[in-house]
């Protein structure tokens, strides 16, 4: 009896450029955030630079154990590890559905561990001297000056992020129950919220406008370096840039877009605001990830270690070494 003959089976182990390149475009029209493709897309390509770079390696577990490794070499955050990490275990699914890795292949790359989460990185915070006077340096009398003072006020009025400043429109501003606020705003994840606009933040923004002479579309433009307004809207690269150099002017580095949302947050906390509100200013799907943006778990700006005083008087010579 002649033997059954099986189909071989042609998945490949060692992938090339091609394959990974039509991996890595199935992953990214699968994510629907714009920030996640951009997230996805920046990992992906550097393990496509690292894998590439020694083109006889297979892709399986001990190739992405090895690129863990080189991940942790480059002194990153856990956070951003196990992000990266994520985007590699999604590239082996769609080259395992796409034919090119077999399942087995894929399923042990999936069991690759991620970095522990050990402790917490403090964030950074302004505080309200801080803030008034990085209100009062973006302020001016060019029209720049009027964009970057609308956006400042802003991201430390009402704590936007930097993508959901960019994608502002006119229209977003409306009055509801006798308060100006921003209405079905589509933040992270897709979660809608309608965040509340002080009063000097709506001043602010209505001096920008009127200087510009925008009537509809998107609120914040480019301005070019003779002062005229041109464009459909801006980049998140463009409030990065703006945050910089007003945090520059006041002597104040490694100032991010995303340090004044904290601010923000830090402010109304000091100031008697509840915690659930915050959370629903921020747009935050967990109020621990609102705690987080408080500092509530250590309080840097009165520490304990500070309530019992100094333990010598700086100068005396009659202190005792043990």
């Not at 991201?155 to 009055?175: F, K, V």
């Not at 001096?207 to 998140?236: M, N, Y």
Request: with cysteine; net charge positive.
């Amino acid at each position: 009896m002649r033997r059954k003959k099986t189909k071989p089976n042609y998945r490949k182990i060692v992938l090339r450029l091609p394959d990974l390149d039509h991996a890595k475009a199935s992953v990214l029209n699968s994510l629907s955030s714009p920030q996640s493709r951009r997230n996805y897309r920046f990992a992906m390509d550097q393990f496509i630079a690292w894998y590439c770079s020694e083109p006889r390696l297979a892709l399986n577990r001990t190739v992405v154990l090895r690129f863990r490794l080189y991940l942790e070499s480059l002194g990153l955050a856990s956070a951003t590890i196990n992000q990266r990490l994520a985007a590699v275990r999604r590239l082996a699914y769609e080259a395992a559905d796409s034919g090119l890795l077999s399942p087995e292949l894929a399923a042990s790359i999936r069991r690759v561990k991620g970095v522990k989460h050990l402790g917490q990185r403090s964030g950074n915070w302004l505080t309200i001297d801080q803030a008034k006077l990085l209100v009062d340096k973006s302020d001016g009398d060019g029209l720049r000056n009027k964009r970057d003072f609308a956006m400042i006020s802003i991201l430390l009025g009402c704590g936007l992020r930097r993508a959901e400043l960019a994608a502002l429109n006119i229209d977003d501003i409306q009055i509801r129950q006798g308060h100006w606020v921003i209405v079905d705003l589509v933040g992270k994840g897709g979660h809608v919220r309608t965040v509340p606009m002080p009063a000097w933040v709506k001043d602010s923004v209505d001096q920008w406008l009127a200087a510009a002479d925008l009537k509809h579309g998107r609120i914040f433009r480019a301005v070019s370096r003779h002062g005229t307004c041109w464009g459909r809207g801006i980049s998140e690269n463009v409030v990065w840039y703006v945050v910089r150099e007003c945090a520059k002017r006041l002597g104040l580095e490694h100032i991010a877009p995303h340090d004044l949302r904290r601010t923000c947050a830090k402010l109304c906390h000091s100031n008697g605001g509840e915690l659930e509100q915050i959370q629903f200013l921020l747009g935050h799907a967990s109020v621990l990830t609102t705690e987080r943006y408080l500092g509530s778990k250590q309080n840097l700006e009165e520490p304990v270690n500070d309530r019992f005083g100094p333990l010598y008087k700086r100068g005396s010579s009659d202190i005792r070494r043990t």
